[in-house]
């Protein structure tokens, strides 16, 4: 027995602990329930009675011995914990710290904002929680009238009469006439934000988009300061050469009313799959601001005129980063997101 104990001393006493895991196999090794210590405390209660005492008292020793080299590897893998072994290799290139970037569609907002902004345009806001008669009444779509019917609209509750209804607004029009109530002409303002319609999801159609509305009202604004503005702003969005044109359309809070067309300057008018071979690519529509819309503000037709349009973002975005899934906008993928960076 007594050169059992002398014998697992000695291994104790060499074992060596490079780091915590091997302090924690010396612990399982002897001081664990199944343990070498424990093996040679089973094997005591066989000993003869008259050695117990003898065999008993180095036994006791044995164990605090243990115990304390345990202690002292335990302090060694502490006081060590840079071993040669996991030292930092200063030499090692540093991990790059990774940023964020901005949406595309925040870059593509601020740009346009930006632009208006030099042509004295102010940026505002409105809710997207509208009723019926900022979204459509008031914007000259007469009660049940099927131009209410080209944007498929999502109503939340019914009001006591039509123009009550709430709704998601569809357009970022509401923020028109909610302006000329309480801003007096001359106004000359930007309104961005997002918008949402009944839309089956695809490629090219979502449930919520973005626009930026556009609204300048005064004293003999013409058709010609809208066309002016319009260039402008598509030669400082998309570059120098490009043009644009006016098609005549319908909207019901504009007296002409026209597409916004640019010319296609990803091939500067030849042809190719984003102008489906036309040269042209519609961002929007505009026009005159109708006479009765003055009158719903509250603004006199006889004194003032002013024009009005309307962008969509995205189609904005889409075109100048050649994006060409609508969808990847909303699902923020990182490794479509990361590829702004610095734009
Ligand atoms: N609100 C129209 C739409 O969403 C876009 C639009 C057209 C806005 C003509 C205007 C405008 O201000 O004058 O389809």
């Not at 991990?95 to 949406?103: A, R, T």
């Not at 569609?105 to 409105?126: P, Q």
């Not at 037709?301 to 189609?315: D, N």
Request: proline content about 4%.
């Amino acid at each position: 027995m007594l050169e059992q104990i002398e014998g697992l001393l000695k291994e104790a006493k060499e074992w060596q602990a490079k780091n915590a895991q091997e302090v924690e196999d010396f612990r399982l090794a002897f001081l664990s329930k199944k343990g070498k210590l424990n093996q040679l405390f089973d094997e005591f209660k066989k000993v003869p009675n008259e050695k117990k005492r003898e065999f008993g008292q180095e036994l006791n020793k044995l164990k605090g011995k243990i115990e304390e080299r345990f202690k002292s590897l335990q302090e060694e893998s502490q006081n060590s914990s840079v071993t040669s072994e996991d030292k930092p290799d200063v030499f090692l290139p540093e991990v790059p710290e990774s940023l964020g970037s901005l949406h595309p569609l925040t870059i593509t907002k601020r740009r346009i904002a930006e632009i208006f902004a030099r042509m004295g345009f102010s940026s505002e806001d409105g809710p997207e929680m509208e009723t019926d008669w900022y979204n459509f009444t008031a914007l000259n779509f007469p009660e049940n009238h099927p131009a209410r019917e080209m944007q498929d609209t999502f109503f939340i509750s019914k009001g006591e009469e039509q123009k009550d209804d709430t709704l998601l607004r569809t357009h970022t029009s509401n923020v028109q006439v909610r302006l000329m109530e309480h801003t007096k002409p001359p106004l000359r303002s930007i309104m961005v934000g997002r918008v949402y319609r009944n839309e089956a999801i695809s490629a090219r159609a979502h449930c919520q988009f973005h626009q930026a509305e556009g609204l300048y009202v005064d004293k003999n604004v013409s058709f010609k300061d809208l066309k002016d503005t319009l260039l402008h702003f598509a030669k400082e969005m998309f570059g120098k050469d490009t043009k644009i044109r006016l098609r005549p359309s319908y909207f019901p809070f504009t007296e002409p009313s026209a597409e916004i067309d640019i010319s296609c300057f990803i091939c500067k008018g030849e042809g190719c799959n984003i102008c489906k071979k036309t040269g042209w690519v519609e961002i929007g529509g505009s026009g005159m601001v109708d006479p009765n819309v003055l009158v719903s503000a509250g603004i006199d037709p006889e004194e003032y005129t002013g024009f009005a349009f309307g962008m969509g973002i995205e189609r904005i975005a889409m075109l100048k980063f050649g994006i060409n899934d609508i969808r990847l906008f909303f699902d923020n993928d990182i490794r479509f997101l990361s590829q702004f960076k610095g734009v």
